[in-house]
């Protein structure tokens, strides 16, 4: 590939970045995890007209309130029957299996299929798939002049 194409925010590292691995078709798996994501949260990846600096990047904001715990019910309001909660539970869970950065850490796009059928038991939190919380990177931002 000589010059990278697709969507910003929906792209693999590994198609900016070599470090992280070659080209492959884990770079659509993580698209694909990317684009769920936007779908159960039924707005932008990164929107900064946000009421809040922590939601300005919704992956981070999802796992985090993923990683305490917390009802994901208000990722959208209209989910309100205890079988949408699971579902929603488990496309968040198999999005951020598909976002980890190293594409040797991602799941096949057959393993997403298995594990979206699957029981929402039998899935375990990924890692945290994110090198640097974005509010952290936006308080170590210095301008000089």
């Known amino acids: ?10 792209i693999a590292p590994e198609v900016f970045c070599r470090n992280f691995g070659g080209v492959s078709h884990k770079s659509n798996v993580y698209s694909y995890g990317m684009l769920v994501l936007e779908m159960i949260g039924g707005r932008k990846n990164i ?11 919704f992956p ?10 917390e009802d ?8 309100t029957k205890n079988e949408e909660v699971e579902t929603v539970r488990k496309m968040v869970l198999v999005s951020f299996w598909c976002i ?8 096949s796009i057959d393993k997403v299929v298995e594990m979206l059928e699957g029981s929402l038991q039998s899935l375990e939190i990924p890692p ?16 000089s002049s």
């Open 47 to 57: 929107d900064a007209q946000v009421s809040h600096n922590s939601q300005i990047y």
């Open 128 to 143: 945290n798939p994110f090198m640097f919380s974005t509010l952290d990177a936006a308080q170590g931002l210095t301008i």
């Open 100 to 107: 980890q950065p190293n594409p040797s850490d991602r799941p």
């Open 60 to 69: 981070t904001w999802i796992y985090k309130k993923l990683q305490s715990g």
């Open 1 to 10: 590939m000589t010059h990278p194409r697709g969507t910003a925010g929906y």
């Open 72 to 79: 994901l019910t208000v990722l959208h309001h209209a989910i």
